[in-house]
């Protein structure tokens, strides 16, 4: 069974930046569709980014010009470069499949805290 492990969160200042990694043990994973999402305090899982096969990129307006979302397939590992944070960008991130796909179990997340 496939076991998503995020990591690289951390309380930062507005403005500065986060580099997200998601890694995955068990087999049967591929970083071929993937796609990170956003839990926020009180709030349901959104979706922020997700990458397609052909390596095209989606991303929600919010975050669209700050974030970007890249693999590296011979490492099997995701990543979600995040700039000019902001507060509404709090949360915990995860990563997984994008939504028209079957999910992989869901891992823990990385909090990231954007303090003003």
């Known amino acids: 069974q496939v076991q998503l492990v995020e990591s690289g969160g951390g309380l930062v200042q507005t403005g500065r930046s986060l580099r997200l990694s998601c890694a995955a043990s068990g087999s049967g994973f591929t970083v071929d569709r993937m796609a990170w999402y956003r839990q926020a305090p009180g709030k349901q899982r959104v979706l922020v980014a997700l990458i397609g096969i052909d390596g095209s990129t989606s991303y929600d307006r919010s975050v669209k010009g700050r974030f970007t979302i890249s693999r590296d397939t011979a490492k099997g590992e995701i990543y979600l470069e995040m700039n000019n944070l902001k507060p509404d960008d709090t949360g915990v991130y995860y990563c997984?499949?994008?939504?028209?796909?079957?999910?992989?179990?869901w891992g823990q997340g990385t909090q990231v805290t954007v303090s003003s």
């Open positions: 997984n499949t994008p939504p028209t796909l079957p999910r992989y179990p």
